[in-house]
C-alpha cells in the first residue's frame, strides 16, 4: 500500500544540510498499526510529512496505493491527500468560528458535496466517535478530548485509507489521551492504516508494528506484540 | 467547492474577526465616500459654472451697431462713415432663418422712476417677450412683457424684486400705475431675484417693450439685439445670415458687428475639461489608498490566518480553492465597503448642499458607478497577492505556525 524507496529529505538550515531523512526504506501493508518513535530531530515528523503529501522528498520514490506520488502535480496531490488520508494532530487544529460539525464537514465542502449528504455523514462520524450531542458546539465549548475526538471525525469523514495521527495524546490528559487511542485502534480494527508519530513509549508500544527512527534512518523495526 | 459554501465560509471568516472587517470596510469606505463627495462637489461647481453661463444665453450671438475693425487708413477714413442705425425692423428680419431661435431687440439707459412719494434712478430694458427666454429668467409674481407686434408702445412693465420692494415697500405692486421718466406704465410682473448675469443685476432692472423705452429714450434706435441659434453648429451660418441681411437693409453697407460666443464657449470647455480630469484623478488617487489599505489588511489576514490555511491544505483543498476563497472574501468587503462609503458620500453631499445651498452638490451617476465598480476591481486586484501568498502557503510550516 505504501512504499517509501530510498527516500532522502534534506533542509538548508545557514550554511549547513541537514539531512532529516537519510536513504529510507519503508513499506506498510494494508490494515498496519504502525508507530513511529524516537528522540526530537530524528526525523519523524518530517516522515510524517511526507508520508502525508505536505512535504516532498528531496529524492527517491514514495508509492501509495501504487501510483507515484511525487510525480503528481499539485492540485492532483492536494486530491489525493482530500482522498486517501486523514490527518490528527497534536494541537487539534479546529477552526475556532466552526461549530464541531462545520469542523468535520470541511472536507467534503472542499470536495463539493451536496449540504445534505454531508449532513448525513457528520452524523455518522459524530456518532462514531461518541459526540451526537455536541454538533453544535464550537472547539471552545469542548475539552481537549472531545476536541481530538472531533479532529478524528475529521480525518476519517472521507474514509481514507491511511490516518496520519501527529502526537495525538501529546495535549491530553491521560484519560482523553487513552479514550482516543481507542478510538483510533478501533478504527485501525475496521481495516483503515493508523500510523502514529509519539514520545510517549505507552502509546508507541501499543503497536504492532513499532519504528524507531535516529538522525533520518530506521535503526529498529519491531513486528508482534511484546510485553511493556 | 459549491459557491454556496465558498461565500458561506467567507463571510464566517469575516464575520470571525470583527476589528480586520471593521478597519477593512473603514478603508474601503473612505475611499469611495472621498470619490463620490469629490465628484459630487466637482459636478457641483461645473453645474454652478454652466448656470452662470447658461443665465448669460447660450447660444447667443450679439449684434452692434458699427463696425469694430480698424481697416486702416481708407477712402471711408476721410469720408466719415456714420453707421447706419439698428432698427426694430432689422431685428424682426433676422428671425427669418431656420436656424434662428428667438430674437431679441434691446434698448437700454437710465431712467427716474416713481410711485407716490418714492422716486428712485433705475437701469431701464427696453426688449420684447423673447428677452425672458434667452436670458433663462424666471419670474417672481405676474407675467414677462405680453409677446405681440415689438413697435407697439404698450403702457406696460416688468420689475426687479428690489425695484418693487424700494418703490412700494408692503404695497403690492402688481397692477399699480407708475411713472417712468415723462410717462406711466402699469406694472404686470417681478422678475424672481436668480437671474444675476454680468452687468446687469434683474433685481434692480425696469423691464419695458421695446417700442415705449425708444418713445422714453427719444430715439429710433437700437442698442444691441440678442439672437438665440437653435444649435451651437449654426452659430456660423448664422452669423453671415445677419451680416447678409443687415447688408441688404443697410443700402450694401456691413455697418455692425456680431460676437459670438464661440470663444468664450472654448475657454469654457477647456476649463471643464481640466476640472473633470482633476476630479478623476484626485476620485482614482484615493481609490488607490483604499486598494493598497485592502491589501495590507488581507495581507494581515492571510498572516493571522496561516494555520487555518495550512489545515484547509492538509484537509485536501487545492492552491485554487485557497484563492478563491481569499478574493471572494476581498470581494464582499469591497462590496459592503464600497456601498457603505456610498452612503456616507451621499449623506456628506447632502450635508455639503444644507451648507452651500448655491452649489448644486450631487454626485454624477457615471461617478457612483465608478466608484463602485473601481473600488470592487480595486479591492480583488490588491488582493490577489496576499490570496496568491495564502495558496502558495508550505502547509508543514503553515500548520506549525502557531
Known sequence: MIRLEHVHRVFQVGEQKVHALNDLMLHIGLGEYLSIMGPSGSGKSTLLNILGILDRSTSGQYLLDGTDVTSLTDDQQARTRREKIGFVFQFFHLVPRLTAEQNIELPLVLAGVSPAERKARTGRVLQAVGLEARAHHRPEELSGGQRQRVAIARATIMEPAVLLADEPTGNLDSASGKEVIEILEQLNRKGIILIVVTHDPEIGGRARRRIRLVDGRIISDISGHEKP | ?402
Open chain 2, 1 to 402: 467547492m459549491r459557491s454556496g459554501d465558498i461565500l458561506r465560509f467567507s463571510l464566517g471568516a469575516l464575520q470571525g474577526n470583527r476589528v480586520r472587517t471593521m478597519l477593512m470596510l473603514l478603508a474601503m469606505s473612505i475611499g469611495v465616500a472621498a470619490v463620490v463627495l469629490l465628484t459630487a462637489v466637482g459636478e457641483g461647481a461645473r453645474l454652478f459654472v454652466v448656470n452662470e453661463f447658461a443665465s448669460l444665453g447660450t447660444n447667443l450671438l450679439i449684434v452692434l451697431p458699427g463696425r469694430s475693425e480698424t481697416a486702416g487708413i481708407g477712402p471711408s477714413s476721410f469720408m466719415g462713415e456714420t453707421p447706419r442705425d439698428l432698427t426694430i425692423r432689422d431685428a424682426m428680419a433676422l428671425v427669418r432663418h431656420s436656424a434662428v431661435r428667438r430674437v431679441a431687440p434691446l434698448n437700454v439707459g437710465e431712467v427716474h422712476v416713481s410711485w407716490r412719494q418714492r422716486e428712485r434712478e433705475v437701469p431701464v430694458i427696453g426688449s420684447t417677450s423673447e428677452l425672458l427666454a434667452i436670458r433663462h429668467w424666471k419670474m417672481a409674481q405676474g407675467r414677462f412683457l405680453p409677446p405681440g407686434d415689438p413697435e407697439l408702445a404698450a403702457p406696460l412693465c416688468v420689475i426687479g424684486a428690489k425695484v418693487r420692494k424700494e418703490l412700494f415697500g408692503p404695497h403690492p405692486a402688481l397692477g399699480e400705475m407708475m411713472s417712468i421718466g415723462d410717462r406711466r406704465c402699469r406694472v404686470i410682473g417681478i422678475m424672481g431675484s436668480e437671474g444675476r448675469s454680468i452687468g446687469l443685476d434683474v433685481e434692480e432692472l425696469v423691464i419695458l417693450p421695446v417700442a415705449s423705452a425708444q418713445m422714453l429714450f427719444n430715439t429710433n434706435t437700437l442698442f444691441r439685439i440678442l439672437v438665440e441659434a437653435k444649435s451651437r453648429e449654426a452659430i456660423p451660418r448664422i452669423k453671415t445670415h445677419i451680416l447678409s441681411t443687415i447688408r441688404k437693409r443697410h443700402q450694401g453697407e456691413e455697418d455692425v458687428t456680431v460676437i459670438t460666443q464661440d470663444a468664450v464657449l472654448a475657454t469654457f470647455d477647456r476649463i471643464f475639461r481640466a476640472l473633470t480630469l482633476t476630479v478623476a484623478g484626485v476620485a482614482g488617487i484615493s481609490l488607490g489608498v483604499a486598494g493598497i489599505l485592502t491589501m495590507n489588511v488581507m495581507l494581515i489576514t492571510v498572516s493571522q490566518r496561516t494555520a487555518e490555511i495550512g489545515l484547509l491544505k492538509a484537509l485536501g483543498a487545492h492552491r485554487r480553492q485557497i484563492l478563491v476563497l481569499i478574493l471572494t472574501e476581498a470581494g464582499v468587503l469591497s462590496l459592503v465597503g464600497a456601498l457603505l462609503g456610498l452612503a456616507i458620500g451621499e449623506i456628506g453631499s447632502l450635508v455639503i448642499g444644507r451648507i452651500y445651498p448655491a452649489l448644486p452638490v450631487s454626485a454624477p451617476w457615471w461617478a457612483i458607478a465608478a466608484a463602485l465598480g473601481v473600488a470592487i476591481v480595486t479591492g480583488l486586484t490588491f488582493s490577489v497577492l496576499p490570496a496568491r501568498r495564502a495558496a502558495r502557503l508550505d502547509p508543514v510550516q503553515a500548520l506549525s505556525h502557531r
